[in-house]
């Protein structure tokens, strides 16, 4: 069983939908928490004393860096990231989207989670290891109309963190992007009011069993950091609708 009192975990975009779902989750097991968000002041209720949030623009490296200094600091150690700050945007075909909210989807989802895995690993390299979990989606395994500049990213976070692993796994570092579909998330919202409830336009639609609940996809975060045996790396773990695994040879974290 995973002692997680010693656990020491940082987590990007913890202040809404997924992040902050992880946060609540590893905080209860008794993990030491820091996350970040945009807003000045932490936005959601922090039930556990163990829990520190921290403001943090994902975009600007030099933020990031000092996030997780800080972080790393003041727990004494890292020993897991889960890395799931993004944004989305209007549902469009490509050439209708404005280069300037490509830029932007860029830089947060892609560029965010390189800046945030620099400095995590930094970080993890003289402790010995630990584990990162990147949050991709299924577009990043099956592409859909109207969201190209998101799909794009997701692509990329994929590809980045199998990279990433190849680069540390002999240092005892474990990486893996989770690709979960539609979750019960205010970006879900968001993305609904936006579609005007024409499903067409949502990513191909709702796959069966979705939206998943945002705990069940934490869940899967935390046993990918939490079990120290269990050894898979640069994987794109796919999930179904429900957030259930869809490949057998990886059902063991869980």
């Known amino acids: 069983m995973t002692d ?47 829990s520190v949030y921290h403001q943090c623009d994902v975009r600007d490296e030099r933020a990031v860096a000092v996030f997780i200094e800080s972080a790393v600091d003041e727990m004494g150690g890292l020993t897991g990231a889960v890395n799931a700050a993004a944004i989305s945007h209007h549902a469009h075909k490509l050439a209708d989207i404005r280069p300037a909210m490509v830029e932007d989807v860029w830089r947060t989802n892609v560029m965010g989670v390189w800046f945030a895995m620099r400095h995590q690993i930094k970080a993890m390299l003289p402790l010995g290891g630990g584990a990162i979990v990147n949050v991709a989606s299924i577009l990043s395994n099956e592409p859909a109309q109207w969201m190209a500049a998101y799909g794009m990213s997701k692509y990329a976070v994929a590809g980045m963190s199998e990279t990433a692993a190849l680069d540390y796994r ?25 579609v005007g409830g024409d499903l067409s336009k949502f990513a191909g639609g709702f796959p069966e069993g979705g939206p998943a609940e945002p705990h069940v996809i934490a869940d899967i975060f935390l046993r990918l950091i939490g079990d120290e045996k269990f050894s898979v790396t640069g994987e794109n773990i796919l999930l179904n609708g429900d957030g259930s695994l869809r490949r057998e040879d990886i059902k063991t974290i869980g």
């Open 4 to 50: 997680w009192t010693e656990h020491k975990i940082i987590v990007t975009g913890g202040s809404s939908g997924l992040g902050a779902e992880t946060v609540s989750l590893a905080a209860a097991k008794g993990a030491a928490v820091h996350f970040c968000g945009l807003e000045a002041d932490c936005p959601i209720d922090l039930k556990h004393n163990s």
């Open 170 to 194: 002999d240092n005892g570092i474990r990486i893996n992007a989770v690709s979960p579909g539609p979750v019960r998330t205010p970006m879900l919202e968001r993305a609904l009011e936006d």
